[in-house]
């Protein structure tokens, strides 16, 4: 059986083909978002990892050391199924900081481009022997099944095709902000055609050549012969070397951390995926041995890497061998194509654009995406050329071993990002260097046949077939000693440790709280504008803003640092960590220091606690529950209170504090005082910065009414607090102060009415001697008219005397020291008493009173507090009153209650007013009219009555005018039994 | 950092003895797919713990 070269190619390209279009209609949103991004597919996307080995390689290892080929397989799951301690973290630094290659995280962690460049060189060098098994295994399937093709034609042909398609599926995410799904979907269904093909041949030859599983057995059984490696012993060294690589493969292989962090669309995928890819790898290797098995029983005449396709052939099976070389190819291109990508990426990042930044193109995104497809096309010519030389004459287990040694030089400073904060970029470079330069010498260059160093030294061994793995751990060990001794011996500078913490399993990152040289986002554009364009960087920074949901400008310090942060991940998922840290620190820096130290950036770790907050566990989490408990007990201290830093950056403003300035800490936290409203930033700096630990009665006027403050600051500098910084108590005496002034108001009227009572007093006398002569002189005459003027004369010293006798009354009033003496009140007489007083003042001459009070209407009281009452009600309804107007003061009997009524013809009270008209210090008369405590004062009084008060305004239904205040108090009744008792003895 | 401590010593014991325990269970005379048996069981064990897991657990 065999096919010919062009059906292969037209096959090949179809399928491909069909890939492609499964990938473009995934990004062109016609397949549903929720099964490209479904675990399933993530999970079947890493299988990318198993290549050509799936096919080819496992089958061919299995012959030569039996179970030994499960070590491929077994690494990686180990490390998935460690995923929570050994890919989750890196996978949380990788979104963090948007970190698109492993290249990207060694340059972010140890704060050195070169590290990055030279995991990029390393990762590079190793992976052309990998790309070249897969053209090797391509190339000789296409000579097996079309025996007269060229390798070399086959090799090229299919490099071609892998450049076109991975230039297709590729650079097309210009932002670093999506994902490929297309090429995700499309490894996926790669994978799954895998597994497919590979199951199908293991269950055909079960079935067809040994008739199921217990002619197997028997098989087995009866086989005097060579059954395959599989009851061998296991070759120790090679396993545990190939078991480690396979490990380290999760995190260094270029194609799979592209696949498991860069594609990762939810943790809970990832989580699925550290029990489904070791299920989907099982799947994979279970048919190996049987296919194996099935290859020697039917003798099939080929190398036992290609079985796959010597059975199926075989069996005449064309379909099915068709098949197994679509699962070979499509396996050889999706890692290919994979890996390419994640490569192009990292040489973009660590080798292109630290050489040459672009500047000045129109179009950026635009750049870096044919600067991508261009590496692409070298990187697998590289890799074709490399074949050419060198892979074409090497078996695919040393191709695979040669690959994952240089790449497992990674190992070590990968796991020292996790687990080893003390490493530093010395080491790493250090060890790195030695342990690529081993491979280089023990084992590229030997089986290169370019160079035999252990011939040249006379060394004891040389690498073969079957030591190979000694180099590999000789490399590793030396690789890890330097690493260790540098790191230890070495400086490890201060970014570099802040970047290792940020990076450690568990760390929160401590930022420093330092001022920009920018003051607003606005700034930022026209700083970024100098590297990037104005165009590109408008748009980052737009981006960054709307990201972290800011406002179209920002100033406040806090936020503008957050900005920066954001702008440099941005900037990191498109032109890689080491080129946009330099820009950002270059193009937005920092001012220079002025003291010897800065402050933590409170705000930043509070909110990254905040972040962080559902996975603390044990102590952690019990220190992050009492933060929040003191976080919370300051922000709902009912004492206004805001902490300031040392450079006035405002980190504390609690809920008080928000009530009595309203402003919300939202707005203010993190910026400076300055951006307070005047009144406030001129209060707070000038006494955060003011010698005074106390201020006592500070006025401020808000909202065009005076305030009185007390500041009380307490300076937060001290050994456990060296970033210095005040915290601020604000109490606001506002009422305290107007019940002061209130008081010393009353304490003037009561001397005033004192004076009065004095002077009523003494007016007294004389003007009863007058009314005593007008007497005699009435007697000592006839005359009609002196008679007449005697009358008149004793007319009006009765009437001075009244109204002597009624400023004596209300001078008596208001003494609270006394006890309320209760005695029957005729309503009416108070009412007449307070016309009386209203009567002196100068106001409403003109306003006519009309008591319209019943003789007979009593009530149980004070007779001078109810005057009291009277003279307020009958003075707020005059003030009210038009010019001429009249008020009525009515009242009668309703069964056990006087009612009085007030009627005024005024203007009436808002309602919007009527429910504060009660409030002490209530008025809505001009400052010097009135002190609003009148009405306040007739509430307490008819209180003490066991009284009510209602306030009608419009007075009543029909009227549009006026106000009707009702007062309801317990009628006396002279005749009841209680009328016998004292009265004051029931109280 | 005493749980990945413990974490990384029984890997590393594991993956020194991994081909001791798979010689030794390949030499008791089982099936040809009986290291395939250790394999699912571990991979049960990692399905039983991603399934319990605390949403809160790192």
Avoid at chain 1, 559 to 568: A, G, H, I, N, P
Avoid at chain 1, 835 to 844: A, P
Avoid at chain 2, 14 to 29: A, Q, R
Wanted: net charge negative.
């Amino acid at each position: 059986m065999s096919f010919s070269l062009p059906s292969l190619l037209l096959v090949s390209l179809l399928y491909l083909s069909f890939l492609f279009a499964l990938a473009h209609m995934t990004d062109r949103g016609m397949i549903p978002h929720q099964w490209v991004r479904s675990p399933l597919v993530y999970v079947l996307s890493l299988g990318v990892y198993a290549g050509i080995w799936a096919i080819y390689g496992a089958v061919g290892m299995a012959a030569d050391s039996g179970f030994g080929f499960l070590a491929y397989y077994l690494g990686i799951s180990g490390a998935f199924l460690l995923a929570p301690v050994l890919l989750n973290p890196i996978m949380r630094i990788g979104r963090a900081y948007q970190l698109t290659s492993l290249a990207d995280v060694f340059a972010f962690r140890y704060r050195s481009q070169w590290a990055g460049t030279l995991v990029t060189l390393c990762s590079g060098a190793a992976i052309l022997s990998l790309l070249s098994m897969q053209i090797k295994a391509v190339s000789t399937s296409v000579t097996l099944l079309s025996p007269g093709a060229s390798p070399q034609l086959a090799s090229v042909l299919f490099s071609l095709t892998v450049v076109l398609f991975a230039v297709l599926f590729g650079a097309r995410r210009d932002q670093g902000s999506d994902s490929h799904h297309g090429l995700v979907l499309a490894v996926a269904f790669d994978s799954l055609i895998k597994l497919g093909a590979i199951l199908l041949l293991g269950a055909i030859t079960l079935i067809s050549v040994f008739g199921g599983l217990d002619g197997l057995d028997a098989w087995l059984k009866g086989y005097s012969g060579q059954i395959g490696a599989l009851e061998a012993r296991i070759n120790d060294g090679s396993w545990r070397a190939l078991m480690l690589m396979s490990f380290a493969g999760a995190l260094v292989l270029p194609h799979m951390y592209h696949m498991t962090f860069s594609e990762n669309p939810s943790p809970r995928a990832m989580a699925r995926a550290s029990w489904g890819l070791p299920l989907y790898l099982l799947l994979l290797a279970l048919p190996v041995p049987v296919i194996l098995w099935g290859g020697i029983r039917l003798a099939v005449d080929m190398p036992p890497n290609f079985f796959a396709l010597g059975v199926a052939m075989a069996l005449d099976r064309p379909a099915l061998t068709l098949l197994m070389y679509i699962a070979g190819m499509s396996a050889a291109s999706g890692l290919m194509i994979v890996s390419t990508l994640a490569l192009a990426g990292m040489v973009l990042n660590h080798v292109v654009l630290p050489l040459r930044t672009p500047r000045d193109q129109d179009d950026i995104y635009r750049w870096l995406r044919w600067v991508k497809r261009v590496l692409i096309a070298i990187i697998i010519f590289a890799a074709l050329l490399f074949h050419e030389v060198i892979g074409k004459h090497l078996d695919l287990s040393i191709l695979g071993a040669l690959s994952l040694t240089g790449l497992l030089q990674l190992l070590p400073g990968a796991l020292g990002i996790i687990y080893w904060p003390e490493g530093n970029r010395r080491g790493l470079i250090a060890g790195l260097v030695t342990g690529t330069l081993t491979w280089t010498l023990t084992l590229v260059l030997p089986f290169s046949h370019a160079g035999h160093l252990p011939v040249w030294l006379q060394l004891p061994l040389a690498p073969d077939n079957a030591n190979w793995y000694i180099f590999t751990f000789v490399s590793l060990a030396l690789n890890v000693v330097v690493f260790t001794v540098v790191s230890v011996v070495s400086v490890t500078t201060k970014d570099e440790s802040s970047a290792a913490q940020a990076c450690s399993m568990g760390a929160l990152s401590r930022p420093q709280r330092r001022e920009l040289l920018a003051t607003s986002s606005d700034d930022f554009i026209k700083q970024l504008a100098e590297p990037l364009g104005k165009n590109v960087s408008h748009r980052e920074i737009e981006r960054a803003r709307n990201q972290l949901k800011l406002p179209a400008v920002e100033y406040r310090p806090y936020q503008l640092r957050r900005l920066r942060d954001q702008v440099e991940i941005n900037l990191s998922g498109l032109l890689g960590p080491s080129v946009a840290r330099d820009m950002v620190k270059r193009h937005l820096g920092y001012k220079p220091m002025a003291g010897s130290g800065t402050a933590q950036d409170i705000q930043y770790v509070e909110r990254a606690l905040g972040d962080y907050q559902n996975q603390l566990t044990g102590l952690a989490g019990e220190l992050d529950n009492l933060r929040r408990h003191y976080r919370q007990t300051l922000q709902n201290l009912p004492i206004p209170a805001c902490s300031v830093g040392d450079d006035g950056e405002i980190l504390m403003w609690n809920h008080a504090m928000e009530d009595l300035t309203r402003i919300a800490a939202e707005d203010v936290v993190g910026a400076r005082l300055l951006a307070l409203p005047e009144h406030w930033h001129l209060l707070l700096d000038d006494f955060v910065n003011g010698p005074d630990l106390h201020r006592y009665k500070h006025r401020l006027d808000l909202g065009g009414r005076p305030h009185w403050l007390n500041l009380h600051k307490s300076t937060l500098s001290g050994p456990e607090h060296s970033e210095g910084g005040s915290i601020i108590l604000v109490e606001d005496q506002t009422e305290t102060r107007l019940l002061e002034d209130e008081l010393m108001h009353s304490e003037r009227l009561a001397s005033v009415g004192r004076l009065a009572a004095g002077v009523a007093h003494e007016v007294g006398n004389p003007v009863t001697g007058i009314s005593s002569l007008a007497q005699n002189l009435k007697l000592e005459t006839d005359d009609v008219n002196i008679l007449d003027t005697a009358n008149q004369i004793q007319q009006q010293t009765r009437r001075i005397s009244t109204i002597l006798q009624s400023l004596m009354n209300f001078a008596r009033t208001g003494n609270h020291a006394q006890a309320n003496r209760y005695e029957p009140v005729i309503i009416r007489r108070c009412v007449d008493e307070s016309i009386n007083l209203l009567s002196l003042s100068d106001k409403g001459r003109n306003i006519l009173y009309q008591n319209e009070c019943p003789e007979s209407l009593t009530v149980l009281g004070d007779e001078q507090r109810l005057v009291q009452v009277f003279v307020n009600l009958l003075a707020n309804a005059r003030d009210a009153s038009p010019d001429g107007g009249r008020i009525v003061i009515g009242g009668n009997r309703e069964g056990y209650s006087a009612i009085i009524e007030v009627l005024d013809a005024g203007g009436g009270i808002p309602e919007d007013q009527l429910d504060h008209i009660f409030e002490p210090f209530y008025t809505t008369k001009e400052a010097n009219q009135g002190t609003g405590l009148g009405l306040s004062l007739v509430y307490s009084i008819i209180e003490e009555h066991y009284g009510n008060i209602q306030v009608e305004s419009p007075a009543g239904p029909q009227s549009e005018q006026g106000t009707c205040v009702r007062l309801r108090l317990p009628a006396y009744e002279a005749d009841t039994e209680m009328a016998g008792v004292n009265p004051n003895q029931r109280f | 950092m005493y749980i990945y401590r413990l974490v990384f010593l029984l890997v590393l014991a594991i993956y020194i003895f991994s081909p001791n325990i798979l010689d030794w269970w390949v030499t008791l005379g089982n099936a040809w797919y009986s290291p395939y048996l250790i394999w699912a069981g571990l991979i049960a064990m990692g399905f039983w713990l991603e399934w319990r897991r605390d949403p809160n657990e790192f």
